[in-house]
């Protein structure tokens, strides 16, 4: 069987795709295969919208937060029944498509790992939840979509753009003569009809249709209304036309043709395409306004043919959505990569920070690396590009071919072999911050609207570009700390082996209290110790390198003594912060592992041999309570290939589940997999229990293991 990649398995998914549209009587549907490398969900095949509704997901990450990222990332069908819970859990699709409609997302489950996803799209009318036989055909269609791409001969790969389907036959068939006579019968009628296919454009009208509209018929087929009519050329009548196409609703609104005469156009939507009615408005309609008010010329700019596309509107309304989600630098220039160029049918890409008086080049798209060298570094007055006059003036400047660049700017070398260019200036309280460039293989005119949407999403990538670089400061001085704080490299010790690892949580500043540390003691002797300091902050990590120094400084005695003065470190520094913190003393010679814990999570336990345990230990409180408490010992035999492993909170907790479930799963994890070099086995570990890789917690583990008799 062949797979996407080759006709007769790009074909196997298309038809299981509008299969599965006309078995659900869904009106849309997406497939999309996922890029393991990247972790990009791309759509290869499309049917029921027009490609232009469907853009800003043609690429989706699998972390973002979308339908079917979810569905995929969470291997679980994703059902959204309404406009209202659309808002409520994905306010970002939602802001992109302000429209009624249900919505499913599925993965493609194959039979050794997760091929990809896809949805569908259901009219307004459907009910909030998917009946029994939906989903059954959902989870069938699944089925069947993965074997194919299992089966596959030829590698998957995403299109440049994804694959237009037709869903099918409608169920209709009129021969020659019943088509005359339709057509008859509606010139007859004493109104306009014309009909559009579901990307927008005319393919049907009638002759009183051309006459109400002002335009010949043979001007019109073929053409999108709101492009061929200048009168047209408003966001509001592109706007009910996509209302009509993704919630297939009828929709009805009125429009003057100028100087004087109002129409009204009532739009009739299915899986075919639209039909429209268009009739002269009449008083009613108008909202009250007399016959002679309604006859009377509109105001001069009533028309707005100069008004952007509702597409272009939404476009931007995306775009500032997930500017707004965007974290760190990397975040920003992959956005932009991602969605901005394609959005505007550009070819490159160059992104640029302004850094003690220069641009530096943070991320790039489409260029030749020699290129990129030359232009990074440039001063912000640079007069190699026209980048220093957007920077200096503020204003974006637009170049459709290379003659108008050279005409601007006759001192700027040809750098590229690119043919037009848009220079924005990213700008923030009148500060320059860098300069975003889109450029394109061959000359392009830029419409007003491009040109108005630009010049305001510039704004946005300055805003979240300012932000980021913000972030990734305070992200990297955090780090350079939390590295300071922690052990660079832990001892070697005969007889032992041990590995380390610590995470921050998924969102935060990357630094807080969890730490650990191995002290070699003598030549058979060591102490083992991991903590956790209460919070997520600058002051949280101090505390941990004070509560570090004072293990440190005590570390030798019997692990009670040892928690204990520490105890009274923590009062004399009078901090309100607790500590968990688990103390292990190592006897390698004997064999034996004494152990004594303040409020922190159990070890896990595993010898050769034997069934491995969460260790039962009696703790005793957080430090930082009470200075006259104290912390019992518990005694460990270390056989032999014994493995013994620390861990902080963050690796057991998670909302709705109980960590003492977590910790049991993770020491017959520990056992399955007890074998692995113990990086690779924290590396198990942290899979087991975070299989999203997203923390809410730092996560800081610590794993030790005795030599085996062999050894």
């Known amino acids: ?20 549209v006309r078995r659900t009587g869904a009106s849309a549907g997406a497939v999309y295969l996922l890029d393991e490398a990247t972790r990009i969900l791309g759509m290869t095949a499309l049917c029921g919208v027009p490609l232009e509704v469907a853009w800003p997901w043609q690429r989706v ?3 973002a937060p979308v339908p079917v990222s979810d569905a995929v990332r969470e291997n679980r069908l994703v059902w959204v029944g309404s ?132 335009l010949e018929a043979g001007r019109l087929l073929g053409t999108r209304p709101w492009q061929s009519l200048p009168w047209l050329d408003d966001a509001v009548a592109e706007d009910h036309y996509r209302t009509a196409v993704i919630s297939r609703d009828p929709v009805a609104f009125t429009s003057l043709r100028p100087p004087s005469t109002w129409l009204r156009f009532q739009l009739y939507p299915d899986a075919s395409g639209i039909s429209v009615r268009v009739t002269r408005a009449d008083a ?52 932009v990569a991602d969605q901005v160029l394609p959005a505007f049918g550009a070819d490159a890409l160059v992104l640029s920070a302004a850094d003690a008086g220069r641009l530096r080049i943070i991320g790039h798209h489409g260029y030749a690396r020699e290129t990129i060298d030359r232009l990074d570094g440039l001063p912000l007055d640079t007069d190699l590009t026209p980048a ?33 260019w848009a220079f924005l200036p990213l700008i923030v309280s009148g500060r320059p911050v860098g300069c975003c460039i889109l450029s394109y293989d061959r000359p392009h005119e830029f419409s007003a609207d491009e040109r108005a949407v630009l010049t305001s999403l510039a704004g946005l990538i300055a805003q979240a570009l300012d932000r980021a670089r913000l972030y990734d ?29 610590y995470l921050p949580a998924s969102h935060g500043m990357d630094i807080g209290g969890d730490f650990y540390d191995v002290i070699r003691l003598d030549g058979t002797t ?60 190592l006897d390698l010679a004997r064999r034996e592992a004494v152990l004594a814990s303040a409020g922190h999570p159990p070890p896990l336990l595993h010898s050769p041999g034997r069934p491995a345990r969460v260790v039962e230990i009696d703790p005793g409180p957080l430090l930082g309570i009470d200075l006259g408490l104290s912390y019992p010992a518990t005694t460990l035999s270390l056989s032999p290939g014994t493995t013994l492993a620390f861990y902080t909170d963050g690796l057991v907790e998670a909302p709705g589940v109980d960590p003492d479930l977590i910790a049991g799963d993770l020491a017959l994890h520990l056992a399955e997999h007890g074998g692995q070099d113990l990086d690779r086995l924290i590396d198990t570990l942290l899979r087991r229990a975070r299989p999203t890789a997203h923390y809410t917690d730092d996560i800081a583990v610590l794993l030790l293991r005795t030599a085996s008799r062999a050894d």
Not at 3 to 18: I, K, N, Q, S, V
Not at 556 to 561: A, K, L, R
């Open 61 to 63: 990450p699998l972390s």
């Open 473 to 501: 400061a305070a992200r990297d001085l955090a780090h350079g700390l939390q590295q300071a704080l922690l052990p660079h490299r832990l001892p070697a010790l005969p007889g032992l082996d041990t590995a380390a690892r």
């Open 526 to 585: 060591a102490a083992a110790v991991i903590g956790d300091v209460q919070g997520h902050s600058a002051a949280a990590a101090a505390l941990m390198g004070q509560v570090r120094t004072a293990v440190h400084a005590t570390a030798g005695g019997p692990p009670g003594q040892v928690l204990a003065r520490i105890n009274h470190v923590l009062a004399d520094l009078e901090t309100d912060l607790l500590v968990s913190c688990a103390y292990a003393h």
């Open 83 to 214: 406009q209202d819970d659309m808002v409520r859990t994905y306010p970002r699709a939602a802001a992109a498509l302000p429209y009624r409609f249900a919505l499913a997302a599925a993965p493609l489950a194959g039979r050794d790992r997760c091929r990809g996803g896809f949805f569908l799209l259901w009219p307004a009318s459907h009910p909030a939840h998917a009946s029994r036989r939906e989903r059954g055909h959902i989870a069938s269609a699944a089925r069947r979509m993965a074997r194919v791409l299992d089966e596959a001969t030829v590698p998957p790969s995403v299109p440049d753009q994804p694959r237009l389907v037709p869903v099918g036959p409608a169920g209709r068939s009129y021969g020659d003569r019943q088509s005359q006579a339709a057509a008859d019968y509606v010139e007859r009628l004493p109104e306009g009809a014309l009909g559009m296919d579901l990307e927008g454009r005319i393919t049907f009208l009638t002759a009183e249709a051309a006459s109400l509209l002002g």
């Open 284 to 335: 009613a309609e108008l909202g009250g306004q007399s016959a002679a008010e309604a006859d009377r010329p509109a105001p001069s700019g009533s028309a707005r043919p100069g008004a952007a596309q509702a597409g272009r509107l939404y476009q931007l309304v995306h775009l500032a959505a997930a500017l707004t989600e965007t974290v760190a630098v990397r975040d920003v220039v992959e956005l």
């Open 388 to 420: 220093g006059q957007v920077l200096a003036d503020g204003v974006p400047s637009f170049f459709a071919d290379p003659a108008e660049m050279a005409r601007r700017h006759p001192g700027a070398p040809q750098i590229s072999d690119k043919q037009a």
């Open 1 to 20: 069987m062949g797979g996407p990649g080759d006709p007769d398995g790009a074909r196997l998914l298309d038809e299981t795709l509008a299969d599965t």
